[in-house]
């Protein structure tokens, strides 16, 4: 494998969150300043993000959107993040958010955090639960937090969380 930094190579999505541990505020408005600073077409910026705290109403809103099995695991989060975008054209904002949940993964490496994207949640229902404007479009929902045990997890997640990570050898990945 070729030489990649550290902040890449060990980053995973588990699915194994520590229940009790909260994150600081600091390295909340760290991931989203992370987030900020990312490219984007023209610096327009599409992204906006919806933070929720585990336990506050904002987290509750968020929680309820996913889908019934990703609600086993993500409960446990420190937080569940909303990427969504905005503008005109949205196959362009869409990719500009990629980037922005992708500075916001690298940046929680950095901190000792973790995260596990998600796009399996209810759209229209969350952009009413948290009184969306209309041309505001959630596309992610980041579930971020420390590393818990992976031996809670429900068996079939269990297997999932500690196997090898496998990734596509980079000649298959080569257009030709």
């Known amino acids: ?7 890449l190579a060990f980053r995973w999505s588990p699915r194994s969150f520590d229940p009790d541990a909260e994150l600081a505020g600091d390295e909340a408005s760290s991931l989203l300043e992370a987030a900020r600073w990312a490219p984007s077409a023209g610096n327009a910026q599409p ?6 705290h585990r336990l506050d109403e904002t987290w509750k809103r968020i929680l309820v959107s996913l889908a019934p099995g990703d609600q086993r695991w993500a409960r446990h989060a ?6 969504a975008h905005t503008g005109g054209a949205a196959e362009r904002a869409a990719y500009d958010l990629g980037q922005a949940i992708a500075h916001l993964t690298v940046q929680a490496t950095a901190l000792g955090l973790h995260v596990h994207q ?6 229209a229902g969350l952009a009413a639960e948290l009184d969306l404007a209309p041309d505001v479009r959630p596309l992610v929902v980041a579930a971020v937090g420390r590393l818990g045990d992976p031996y809670a997890l429900p068996e079939e997640l269990r297997r999932r969380e500690t196997e090898l990570r496998h990734r596509h050898p980079l000649a298959t990945l080569l257009l030709r």
């Not at 494998?1 to 902040?7: E, G, N, R, V, W």
């Not at 992204?47 to 929720?52: D, Q």
């Not at 998600?118 to 759209?123: A, E, N, V, Y």
């Open 118 to 123: 998600l796009t399996r949640f209810d759209r």
């Open 78 to 83: 420190s937080a569940l993040v909303v990427g």
């Open 47 to 52: 992204w906006r993000f919806a933070l929720g």
């Open 1 to 7: 494998m070729a030489d990649l930094t550290p902040l």
